[in-house]
């Protein structure tokens, strides 16, 4: 099983020639404190308190992907010594006394670590109005894709409003259309009836005129017939011959 370093490709390069062996050696330790320290722009002296901000067990052991934690920070506290003298000597001030240069160094150590510390203060200020920014946009996006939603349910919605419309007035077409057959049906039956009453009056005033013709008819032969009666007893009673004993 081969052995790597997918965080630092120095270390992957130590990897593939000397196993895991360099993982823990004192000069992966110094190549990972070195990239660390490059990686934070150190580039003025080193003070204990910045070497501590940059490097740390924890991040070194990650980098060197495991380890035994008090070893590296033992070799961490070598280091971290070695660069502070070798960053001290780098910038110590030549053709001065010994204690004057030591002063000088020192307030000069002062000033740049303030700076630093004022560097690292706004640096986070800056992250933390990132951070600000970012968590607005975020929220901002959750309201954007809230309201898309709420707006796609309000389309939905209309959509399936407009559907039951068109189809609440189809069905009003239709009924429509079946009151105005009904309508159509209902005068065609009053008119029918109309129609009828017309002919039955007719026929009603047509029999009353019969029946009164008739009875009239009846009227004046049962005159006629009376006369011819009253008539024929006149007659015969003239004609009859009167008895012995009246002559």
Same mark, same amino acid.
Request: net charge neutral; glycine share 6%; aromatic share 2%.
């Given at each position: 099983?081969?052995?790597?370093?997918?965080?630092?490709?120095?270390?992957?390069?130590?990897?593939?020639?000397?196993?895991?062996?360099?993982?823990?050696?004192?000069?992966?330790?110094?190549?990972?404190?070195? @990239?660390?320290?490059?990686?934070?722009?150190?580039?003025?002296?080193?003070?204990?308190?910045?070497?501590? %901000?940059?490097?740390?067990?924890?991040?070194? %052991?990650?980098?060197?992907?495991?380890?035994?934690?008090?070893?590296?920070?033992?070799?961490?506290?070598?280091?971290?010594?070695?660069?502070?003298? /070798?960053?001290?000597?780098?910038?110590?001030?030549?053709?001065?006394?010994?204690?004057?240069?030591?002063?000088?160094?020192?307030?000069?150590?002062?000033?740049?670590?303030?700076?630093?510390?004022?560097?690292?203060?706004?640096?986070?200020? $800056?992250?933390?109005?990132?951070?600000?920014?970012?968590?607005?946009?975020?929220?901002?996006?959750?309201?954007?894709?809230?309201?898309?939603?709420?707006?796609?349910?309000?389309?939905?919605?209309?959509?399936?409003?407009?559907?039951?419309?068109?189809?609440? @007035?189809?069905?009003?077409?239709?009924?429509?259309?079946?009151? $105005?057959?009904?309508?159509?049906?209902?005068?065609?039956?009053?008119?029918?009836?109309?129609?009828?009453?017309?002919?039955?009056?007719?026929?009603?005033? @047509?029999?009353? /005129?019969?029946?009164?013709?008739?009875? /009239?008819?009846?009227?004046?032969?049962?005159?006629?017939?009376?006369?011819?009666?009253?008539?024929?007893?006149?007659?015969?009673?003239?004609? @009859?011959?009167?008895?012995?004993?009246?002559?």
């Amino acid at each position: 099983m081969k052995s790597g370093n997918p965080v630092n490709p120095v270390i992957c390069g130590h990897n593939g020639s000397m196993g895991r062996t360099p993982l823990n050696s004192v000069q992966t330790v110094r190549i990972v404190v070195q @990239q660390l320290l490059d990686a934070a722009g150190v580039a003025a002296p080193v003070t204990p308190l910045l070497f501590r %901000r940059v490097v740390s067990t924890r991040h070194v %052991r990650e980098l060197l992907g495991g380890g035994d934690p008090s070893w590296i920070g033992r070799q961490i506290r070598t280091i971290e010594a070695e660069v502070i003298s /070798e960053s001290a000597a780098r910038y110590k001030a030549s053709g001065l006394p010994e204690p004057v240069a030591d002063s000088m160094r020192g307030l000069w150590l002062m000033a740049l670590e303030a700076a630093r510390r004022e560097f690292a203060a706004a640096q986070a200020d $800056a992250l933390a109005s990132v951070a600000a920014a970012a968590a607005e946009r975020d929220n901002a996006n959750a309201l954007v894709v809230m309201l898309q939603t709420e707006l796609a349910d309000r389309q939905k919605e209309a959509r399936e409003r407009d559907v039951r419309v068109a189809q609440q @007035q189809a069905e009003l077409v239709q009924l429509q259309q079946r009151l $105005a057959g009904e309508t159509d049906r209902a005068l065609r039956a009053e008119a029918a009836r109309d129609q009828a009453l017309r002919a039955s009056d007719e026929a009603r005033r @047509q029999h009353d /005129e019969e029946l009164a013709a008739v009875r /009239e008819r009846y009227a004046g032969l049962s005159k006629q017939l009376f006369a011819m009666t009253d008539e024929l007893r006149q007659s015969r009673a003239v004609a @009859q011959p009167l008895p012995s004993s009246q002559k």
